[in-house]
């Protein structure tokens, strides 16, 4: 158990965490930091976290120190981060890239004392309002570079994930950056894309409200997912992203082309092996 | 209520309704009909239907015909009953598209006793198994033509709609295509198109089931849908849904422009474009 763990970012994933470390008594002390002061008001009042302070001030109470905010402040303010901590305080993130962040700290005196996860989960709401307690049960979490961990670090770290029912996963950052764009981020473009597609085609909006019923709803999802939190995600990850992202424009253009030249065995073939993705997600 | 309903197609759709009607005791006896006798026996043995019989033996005792078959299919076959029923019999489909459909039998000399509806509900999965008894309830059914209805056949048909709770919506057939395709099909197409992108590109199955929870479940979710059901919905729909599919493609270029010029000012308002859709879908 920690005395003192110090979130940085008090929206869905820090909220979340902070929430679940008080209630499992996991944490005696939560500080919570956030650039918003309506966002440390809403943790505050929604019990995600006990109180706040200056990040070096947090920082030198804290044991553990929990990064959750986008992946392009994350690399500056882990390195910030590191700067400020001893030999017996952890830092982890929780960032949906990893290549980035673990290529800036590599060779950093501290290294040893970083720990870089990506819990598999998240909803399109974002803010500690979106915070829940039962959050990261059942989903994975990807932990990079754990050689590069101090034994005692690593270990606290897939102690809280496991606690926390999540199933772990290791990866070299690069690896990670490309699966991820392969299932996770491709996903979030083309539910965007979507949501771009039927405001521009369809202006009733009635229609999409009372047709969505009709398998919109759970494809456009998504897009309700915050720019702040996902830009930066794709513009880290670009290469990647754009690779998956040729590749699915390329798949759409074959639907096309059935269409046009009225191919229907293609057309067939096509959802045939669409369907093969029952085999993996039930 | 009805003495007697045949339902031909036992599937999603189709068992569903049986069930409902049996179970809500809208109908003393549901006949099922269906080319596959594994599907008959499925839907027996779950209670969806009380018998099988040839369709012209089913149509001579039937109060209502209720068609919920692939929508090629549900042009020859509602044209076969249409030639069968008499002047206090009414027929009802329930298929995705209604143009082709509603054209096909204008001029029918019973065309006043059929009324064409979509009831907008559906999953991925399909057969009997597949049927539930809470399926209609709180979405919403579009009845198109209604124009050109009895009287007595369309109030009898929105009332049992109405008594499965749903929320009737009037339309033209071709507007009806129109936004089924910006709203419901091209969500298909985009989820089948995202399964093989990422069955492509993504070779370790592992990492697809392992990172699944980064949001690619629900934006996949439809992949599954059943090609018999699917692709004549596409080909009936082509010009829609070509139309639609073409906004898509050239979308989804505007966010690879972005990520390849590392235009982050563009990348964020076409995110915050698509945030937009939640004033409609909640």
Same mark, same amino acid.
């Given at each position: 158990m920690f005395d003192t763990v110090t979130v940085v970012g008090v929206g869905l994933i820090g909220g979340s965490f902070g929430l679940v470390l008080k209630e499992r008594k996991l944490a005696k002390k939560v500080i919570g930091i956030s650039r918003s002061k309506e966002s440390i008001e809403a943790? #505050?009042?929604?019990?995600? /976290?006990?109180? +706040?302070?200056?990040?070096?001030?947090? @920082?030198?109470?804290s044991d553990l120190i929990y990064v959750a905010i986008p992946v392009d402040a994350t690399v500056t303010v882990v390195g910030e981060i590191m700067d400020m901590i001893s030999g017996n305080q952890i830092v982890a993130d929780a960032g949906s890239t990893k290549y980035a962040l673990c290529n800036s700290i590599n060779g950093h005196p501290m290294r040893r004392r970083f720990v870089a996860t990506h819990p598999m989960w998240g909803t399109e709401f974002s803010g500690p309002e979106a915070a829940t307690r039962d959050s990261f049960a059942g989903r994975s979490c990807v932990i990079?570079?754990?050689?590069?961990?101090?034994?005692?670090? #690593?270990? +606290?770290?897939?102690?809280? !994930?496991? +606690? #926390?029912?999540?199933?772990? @996963? !290791?990866?070299?950052?690069?690896?990670h950056d490309m699966h991820a764009a392969y299932v996770s981020h491709i996903a979030h473009i083309t539910s965007f894309a979507l949501a771009n597609t039927v405001l521009e085609k369809e202006k009733e909006e009635d229609a999409i409200f009372e047709l969505a019923g009709g398998g919109f709803e759970s494809t456009v999802r998504l897009a309700k997912s915050s720019p702040a939190m996902w830009a930066p995600v794709f513009m880290q990850n670009r290469e990647n992203v754009l690779d998956v992202l040729n590749e699915h424009i390329s798949q759409l253009k074959k639907f096309k082309?059935? #269409?046009?030249?009225? *191919?229907?065995? !293609?057309?067939?073939?096509?959802? @045939?092996?669409? *369907?093969?993705?029952?085999? /993996? /997600?039930?």
């Open positions: 943790a #505050l009042r929604l019990g995600l /976290i006990d109180e +706040t302070l200056e990040l070096s001030q947090a @920082v030198a109470k990079c570079e754990r050689e590069q961990c101090e034994e005692d670090a #690593l270990l +606290t770290i897939e102690e809280i !994930y496991k +606690t #926390l029912g999540m199933h772990l @996963v !290791y990866m070299d950052a690069a690896s082309s059935c #269409l046009e030249k009225e *191919n229907n065995d !293609y057309l067939w073939e096509l959802m @045939v092996n669409a *369907n093969k993705i029952k085999r /993996i /997600i039930k």
